[in-house]
T-cell receptor, first 115, second 112 residues
Framework: EPEVTQTPSHQVTQMGQEVILRCVPISNHLYFYWYRQILGQKVEFLVSFYNNEISEKSEIFDDQFSVERPDGSNFTLKIRSTKLEDSAMYFC?????????????FGPGTRLTVL | SQQGEEDPQALSIQEGENATMNCSYKTSINNLQWYRQNSGRGLVHLILIRSNEREKHSGRLRVTLDTSKKSSSLLITASRAADTASYFCATDARGGADGLTFGKGTHLIIQP
């Protein structure tokens, strides 16, 4: 069964450094999402992406964040200058176009630790 | 405003018993979904109920939705040890490309 994959599974970085989290959505999906989950807290929506542009973004998704679909398969989240409070699990999700529902398929997550 | 608040926050039951989790939300919704998360893993979609539906079944899962009370419940019947996980409700207001709004989740422990 096709799955959303994410790399790396764990990323450790120093405060102020740039990080790029990578996702490979399911191949025929056209909507892509990033979420984050700070330890012990709820999953929070960051951004959605469709047709090569951002569809919706939350208040969390400020100028430090950017997303890109550099080729036909990868979907990346870049954090320009990481802060301690960016430490969290980051989940990528995707869904196909041809559905009335908004069932999203999630990857296993990347744990980002900012020191 | 907070959307999708589950209760209880934690639930521990014996294997074979039924587990009921509740979710409340504040704004109008297009649909409500339940997801499961095993410790340290990603979210797995369980079931979706649309705003014009009142009840839905899938295997051992039963979901209800009361839009007048802005609440939903997830019932897992005949629980198994493998059902131990955190369960989240998630809502979206308009469908389409909307991001989902998750609650804080219920941590369910099934004791053998």
């Amino acid at each position: 069964e096709p799955e959303v994959t994410q790399t790396p599974s764990h990323q450790v970085t120093q405060m102020g450094q740039e990080v790029i989290l990578r996702c490979v959505p399911i191949s025929n999906h056209l909507y892509f999402y990033w979420y984050r989950q700070i330890l012990g807290q709820k999953v929070e929506f960051l951004v959605s992406f469709y047709n090569n542009e951002i569809s919706e973004k939350s208040e969390i998704f400020d100028d430090q964040f950017s997303v890109e679909r550099p080729d036909g398969s990868n979907f990346t989240l870049k954090i320009r200058s990481t802060k301690l409070e960016d430490s969290a699990m980051y989940f990528c999700a995707s869904r196909p176009l041809a559905t009335r529902n908004n069932e999203q398929f999630f990857g296993p997550g990347t744990r980002l630790t900012v020191l | 405003s907070q959307q999708g608040e589950e209760d209880p926050q934690a639930l521990s039951i014996q294997e074979g018993e039924n587990a009921t989790m509740n979710c409340s939300y504040k704004t109008s919704i297009n649909n409500l979904q339940w997801y499961r998360q095993n410790s340290g893993r990603g979210l797995v979609h369980l079931i979706l109920i649309r705003s014009n539906e009142r009840e839905k079944h899938s295997g051992r899962l039963r979901v209800t939705l009361d839009t007048s009370k802005k609440s939903s419940s997830l019932l897992i019947t005949a629980s198994r040890a493998a059902d131990t996980a955190s369960y989240f409700c998630a809502t979206d207001a308009r469908g389409g490309a909307d991001g989902l709004t998750f609650g804080k989740g219920t941590h369910l422990i099934i004791q053998p």
